[in-house]
């Protein structure tokens, strides 16, 4: 069974260039998560859908980044332009059941690593 | 504040050995608890829930304090293959944050032969 796929793995880019993430959630989870981490912040979550809809992205940095979920199988992140300090792994994650106590796992992909030069 | 609070170690532990370790939460509305293991360079992964009434999954050991607001991870005759930070997890499981989880920074546990 396929857990949580995101591409691309790895990500060298220039500041100023468009960077877009992508991630499948887990078939079947109505919940999925974008994370960013960090050595000095941590996991940070950025922003949270459900159904397809985002439910909150108080995490969301700044207006230079935006998040999309067109269907249930595919979201984005995208970062434009990007900056040194959004050097970062990004993480999505999902879940099936989400807020139902001890049941809500969140799967983790294995994330992209970003280096923003 | 940070909402989940823990110390970050280094916990050096030689194998065989107990080791155990806390953290802490604000939110006293919050509803569930997880211990998530993260591998260098690796995605977070769950290692297990905690329950109201503490409990253990083989060497794992999680205990839930509400009164005071902490969990605790113990682990029994420590493997090599335990190094890796512990990621403590809290849900608020309130109707405007269903779903969202507040990690904390983890705990690194470093297990030596």
């Known amino acids: 069974d396929a857990g949580v796929i995101q591409s691309p793995r790895h990500e060298v880019t220039e500041m100023g260039q468009e960077v877009t993430l992508r991630c499948k959630p887990i078939s079947g989870h109505d919940y999925l998560f974008w994370y960013r981490q960090t050595m000095m912040r941590g996991l940070e979550l950025l922003i949270y859908f459900n159904n397809n809809v985002p439910i909150d992205d108080s995490g969301m940095p700044e207006d230079r980044f935006s998040a999309k979920m067109p269907n249930a199988s595919f979201s984005t992140l995208k970062i434009q332009p990007s900056e040194p300090r959004d050097s970062a792994v990004y993480f999505c994650?999902?879940?099936?059941?989400?807020?139902?106590?001890?049941?809500?796992?969140?799967?983790f992909g294995p994330g992209t690593r970003l280096t923003v030069l | 504040r940070k909402e989940v609070e823990q110390d970050p170690g280094p916990f050096n532990v030689p194998e065989g050995a107990t080791v155990a370790f806390n953290c802490t939460y604000s939110n006293s509305a919050s509803q569930s608890f997880f211990w998530y293991r993260q591998d260098c360079r690796k995605e977070p992964k769950l290692l297990m829930s905690?329950?109201?009434s503490g409990n253990e999954d083989g060497r794992f050991t999680a205990q839930l304090n509400r009164a005071s607001q902490y969990i605790s991870l113990l682990i029994r005759d420590s493997k090599l293959s335990d190094s890796a930070t512990y990621l403590c997890v809290v849900g608020m499981g309130a109707t405007d944050s269903w779903g969202k989880l507040q990690f904390g920074a983890g705990t690194q546990v470093v297990v030596t032969p």
């Open positions: 905690v329950y109201s």
């Open positions: 994650a999902s879940s099936l059941v989400a807020g139902a106590f001890s049941t809500d796992t969140q799967y």
